[in-house]
Nanobody, 122 residues
Framework: EVQLVESGGGLVQAGGSLRLSCAAS????????IGWFRQAPGKEREGVSCISSSDGSTYYADSVKGRFTISSDNAKNTVYLQMNSLKPEDTAVYYC???????????????WGQGTQVTVSS
């Protein structure tokens, strides 16, 4: 059974940091790219960052460049999203997902986690 389990969300003040984790199981981790997405109330799900399985290339939304860092520990089948200098507009449910090819488009992803809430207070 394919599983993606996010953790690490919570409530933080503006300017603070959080590290999200995405633990994967049930598929060959090295064959899939992992992406982080977020969805705020009343808004569409948007790509935040993704990491390619083939060469480790990383991609970021303009809104998080320089503040967020994605990384992968293949030995642990886990991808992390380090989020620094958080802003109230980063408040959303954050999801990780797996796809054959790295993409910032939600529709390209085959497997999804249940999401973790991130709330940034001003």
């Amino acid at each position: 059974e394919v599983q993606l389990v996010e953790s690490g969300g919570g409530l933080v003040q503006a300017g603070g940091s959080l590290r999200l984790s995405c633990a994967a199981s049930g598929f060959t981790f090295d064959d899939y790219a992992i992406g982080w997405f977020r969805q705020a109330p009343g808004k569409e799900r948007e790509g935040v960052s993704c990491i390619s399985s083939s060469d480790g290339s990383t991609y970021y939304a303009d809104s998080v460049k320089g503040r967020f860092t994605i990384s992968s520990d293949n030995a642990k089948n886990t991808v992390y999203l380090q989020m620094n200098s958080l802003k109230p507009e980063d408040t959303a449910v954050y999801y990780c997902a797996a796809a054959v090819v790295a993409s910032m488009t939600p529709g390209e992803y085959d497997y999804w986690g249940q999401g973790t809430q991130v709330t940034v207070s001003s």
